[in-house]
């Protein structure tokens, strides 16, 4: 059967109906041809206490993939329900990596269960990866891989998969190792298959190996998936062992999850790293509320500056009216030169060696745009403010208006571009020097300048 | 040999000393070790008019994969200066769709030599990949994969993937086709190397196919990838026939470049899927100057309102110096709702029939962060702005500005939350919706309420 999330509230209505009925061989008979995680959906969206029901309708191995689509909410509770041995089986047939992810979530009485549910290997691997730093490549690797020696045939090999591949999180990469664990090549089960029986590891294997580090940083890790089209890439110690895998799935988490983080930040959030939809009324508030309180209060500069210009706009009052329209300018204008910077930076492009040719780039950038937007506005002072809605703009108004905007632009741009490099250069987040940060920067420089313009063309 | 980024300075400068010195032996050994992206990276930091020397020390596969990874203009170079037979041999080692994405980025009179020398068959494939939309699902498949019948042993199945397997993009996912082509089942080699040699394919196949169809969006088909952790997912006609494969690698492309997409759009910019240096000046202003010109338009608005309460600010001076920080916390207060719920669309965690949740939601967080706001800033402006600075602040001015902090926070969210969502709701990007254009909106309406407290709380 094939279907599409269109047809998943049918699903739904369907489960229900089965489940009400207590049709437990229908129900269980419709699960088996779904997606885990569309399982996971159904059963979260299903009513709560049916959710231990329809788990324990599911087989074993399908069960455990289940179990790890659920929310932690669920799986919580789950794990609260099941008997010592139940939980043995979940936890026998996940793979480590995820056991690991799920424990990371759990209270402190849930984690004991899991872990005494574990066979003592497991448990051991389990503690070594929960060791590993946050967001370093140790903690999001696996175990559970396929390692092999040179002197290992193809034939070896292949029976070495059929008798451990099931429990391996990806047979598509094996890895040979040395007496001493030492990572000394690899090959894809396609050099496998291509290869005559009799050949050994060591005459096929590719020994031009990239590998992580337990410690370097997950995004890290995971840019180089993106860059060099790896299913699976190994994880080494400080001395070249072979420690575990990373594999893709896991890799396009981290970068999807980095990148919400990074346009959290850049948006003035605090990351949450959980749905919206899931996410409490006062966890939001809590992720917004700093930011909001921190710029709000640096705009106490900009207030103060209009203060002391009072006697300029008491005596042209006009040019209060330009205020908005030039500081949004320059808050659109540096929020366009530092995403750009901050993505260029995410994606590896851009590195703190760039910083001039950047610098040069946008002060050529921001004298074009600012020249036009001047040439445009000037006109628009004239023709429709002037002409149209009879505002009283003289000719020495419209260039201080238009003259503020081409500095301002250029102030923009030159702070957009830069902020971002530098905080990257002295170890803080670029992400955090985005738009709402720039803008109080440049609302503050554009101010200065208008009025200085102002004092000097209107003789105030 | 291991290799890292930290090293590719080093090993530029020892092949620009290989080549000035003519030792092309020792360049030629010292490229072998390194991965085709690097390769490029080097030939396009190298003198331009190595790059074809260095092309030709590799060998043909090697070549291939490097060319791929080439920026266009290389590429082109390279193809106007290959013989007819130098031509042919790269073609034949490329992948179709990479083939494909190249032609897509070349003048005419280069897309009509690749196409001569591509034989017949491939040609005919290239040109109806062409055919699909740019952001289809179809532009982005390979139509090299694995088929089987249902009738085929795992031997056969075998002897398949050692006949045909190296030329194909993938051989972790098999696919199974009737008579007709028509998609009815598919199965993984770590199936099929667990399976006994005399199963048929038929036995072993999995028959719950999730698949996409040639004119689903791209990045909805990629999201797919991230959902279910395939590695490759099959493309199907409006018939349900087979007719190509997606595959991991081109997946995370397309999510990746989607995501720069969605990120400049929310700051003003019209996406141009260059790396940022290597887009030349005039492409950046273009991309830039458009949203500038039009929220600079748009300020007339707010402009015209401060105009039209000249009385009032001349009456009441100080009310000016706020106008900066309302507005500004509006913008802020506005973009975090937006880009959250911009980001949540794109990861598919909000659709449509959520907009009440959210909005509900949204309205709860805008009240409590609005009072917080109202109360701390009350407290700056009675204790540091009058206490400190000695402005002329009264109660009546200090409950004014605070108010209107108030419904402005919250007029904020409820723009910001709830356009995206209608945005996607008739069609249009919803990432266009973010602070820019909510900012301009929220502006205008805390502009509005700010002079209506004012007159009503200090008489005007």
Chains 1, 2 share one sequence.
């Not at 330009?322 to 260029?344: E, F, K, W």
């Amino acid at each position: 059967m094939t279907y599409q999330k269109e047809t998943l509230e049918e699903l739904i209505e369907r489960m229900e109906t089965y489940l009400a009925e207590k049709k437990y061989v229908d129900a269980r008979k419709t699960l088996l041809d779904i997606e885990p995680i569309d399982i996971a959906y159904i059963m979260e969206t299903l009513p709560e206490d049916t959710i231990p029901i329809v788990f324990r309708l599911l087989p074993k191995e399908l069960a455990a993939e289940v179990f790890v689509e659920l929310d932690t909410d669920s799986q919580e509770d789950l794990i609260k329900g099941f008997s010592k041995q139940e939980l043995k089986e979940v936890i026998d047939e996940l793979y480590l990596d995820d056991t690991v992810d799920i424990i990371e979530e759990m209270p402190a009485n849930v984690v004991k269960r899991i872990l005494a549910a574990s066979d003592p290997e497991s448990r051991k691997t389990i503690n070594t990866i929960l060791q590993y730093p946050e967001d370093s490549t140790g903690s999001i690797m696996t175990t559970e891989y396929i390692d092999l020696k040179r002197f290992n045939t193809v034939s070896d090999a292949f029976k070495r998969i059929r008798r451990v591949g099931q429990d391996m999180e990806t047979i598509s990469v094996m890895y040979v190792v040395d007496a001493d664990r030492h990572l000394v090549g690899f090959m894809t089960i396609r050099d496998l298959l291509l290869a005559e029986e009799d050949e050994t590891v060591g005459e096929i294997m590719d020994t031009n190996i990239i590998s992580a580090a337990t410690l370097d940083d997950q995004e890290e890790t995971a840019r180089k998936f993106e860059k060099y089209d790896f299913l699976a890439m190994p994880v080494v110690d400080s001395e070249n062992r072979l420690v575990g895998i990373v594999t893709i799935d896991d890799a396009l988490d981290v970068l999807v999850e980095e990148t919400t983080e990074d346009i959290e930040r850049m948006a003035a959030i605090t990351p949450s790293y959980k749905p919206y939809l899931k996410t409490g009324i006062f966890e939001t508030v809590w992720s917004r509320i700093p930011w909001l309180l921190l710029l709000m209060v640096s705009a106490t500069f900009t207030g103060q500056i209009i203060s002391s210009f009072e006697d300029a706009l008491a005596a042209v009052t006009i040019l209060t009216a330009y205020i908005p329209m030039l500081m949004d300018t320059g808050g659109n204008a540096g929020s366009q030169a530092s995403v750009t910077i901050i993505r260029g930076i995410s994606l590896d492009e851009i590195s703190l060696k760039d910083i001039i040719k950047v610098i040069w780039k946008e002060i050529r950038v921001a004298v074009i745009i600012g020249c036009i937007l001047a040439v445009c506005n000037f006109a628009k002072l004239m023709l429709i403010d002037k002409g149209l809605f009879h505002n009283p703009i003289t000719v020495q108004v419209a260039l201080v208006i238009c003259m503020t905007l081409v500095v301002t632009v250029f102030a923009a741009k030159l702070v957009g571009c830069s902020l971002p490099i530098l905080a990257k250069a002295i170890g803080f987040d670029p992400a955090v020097m985005a738009s709402p940060f720039i803008t109080t920067i440049v609302d503050a420089i554009s101010l200065l300048i208008y009025f200085r313009f102002a004092q000097m063309l209107l003789k105030l």
